[in-house]
C-alpha cells in the first residue's frame, strides 16, 4: 500500500504488517489493534521531512531513510540502512534489535526515495 507520502511506509515481515509514520507499529490481527514496536535500540530518529522505507530481508526489517548532508551544502543526501531482527514476546508484544546500521549510498538532493524492495540470491 503506498499512499504517496514519502514519510508513510508499509512491509509485511513474516505474515505481519508493519507501519512506519513517525514510529513503528505492527498489525495484531486478533484485536485489530495497531501495536508499537518496541525496543530499537540504536535506531536515530527520522527527520520529519525525510523518507522512510522498509523491506523484508529474510526475516528481518530493513529500514532504510534518507538525510540530507550539511557539508555538501544540502545538495546531496546520504542513504542509510538498518538491519532490525524481530522477536515475539508473547501474543501482543514485538521486539525489534538493531543488528546493523551504516551509510550505504549518497545521491543528489534531487533524488526521490520511491521504494525498497529486498531479494536474496
Same mark, same amino acid.
Given at each position: 500500500?503506498?499512499?504517496?507520502?514519502?514519510?508513510?511506509?508499509?512491509?509485511?515481515?513474516?505474515?505481519?504488517?508493519?507501519?512506519?509514520?513517525?514510529?513503528?507499529?505492527?498489525?495484531? !490481527?486478533?484485536?485489530?489493534?495497531?501495536?508499537?514496536?518496541?525496543?530499537?535500540?540504536?535506531?536515530?530518529?527520522?527527520?520529519?521531512?525525510?523518507?522512510?522505507?522498509?523491506?523484508?530481508?529474510?526475516?528481518?526489517? $530493513?529500514?532504510?531513510?534518507?538525510?540530507?548532508?550539511?557539508?555538501?551544502?544540502?545538495?546531496?543526501?546520504?542513504?542509510?540502512?538498518?538491519?532490525?531482527?524481530?522477536?515475539?514476546?508473547?501474543?501482543?508484544?514485538?521486539?525489534?534489535?538493531?543488528?546493523?546500521?551504516? $551509510?550505504?549510498? !549518497?545521491?543528489?538532493?534531487?533524488?526521490?526515495?520511491?521504494?525498497?524492495?529486498?531479494? !536474496?540470491?
Amino acid at each position: 500500500m503506498d499512499l504517496g507520502w514519502p514519510w508513510f511506509s508499509y512491509g509485511v515481515i513474516d505474515d505481519v504488517l508493519f507501519y512506519y509514520s513517525d514510529g513503528f507499529e505492527w498489525y495484531d !490481527t486478533e484485536v485489530r489493534l495497531w501495536r508499537k514496536l518496541k525496543g530499537l535500540v540504536g535506531l536515530p530518529k527520522f527527520a520529519h521531512y525525510g523518507c522512510v522505507k522498509m523491506a523484508d530481508y529474510g526475516g528481518k526489517m $530493513a529500514v532504510f531513510w534518507d538525510k540530507y548532508l550539511p557539508s555538501s551544502g544540502y545538495k546531496k543526501k546520504t542513504i542509510w540502512c538498518a538491519v532490525i531482527s524481530l522477536e515475539r514476546r508473547g501474543s501482543e508484544e514485538i521486539w525489534g534489535k538493531v543488528e546493523w546500521l551504516d $551509510a550505504v549510498l !549518497t545521491v543528489p538532493e534531487s533524488y526521490e526515495f520511491v521504494c525498497a524492495l529486498s531479494a !536474496t540470491v
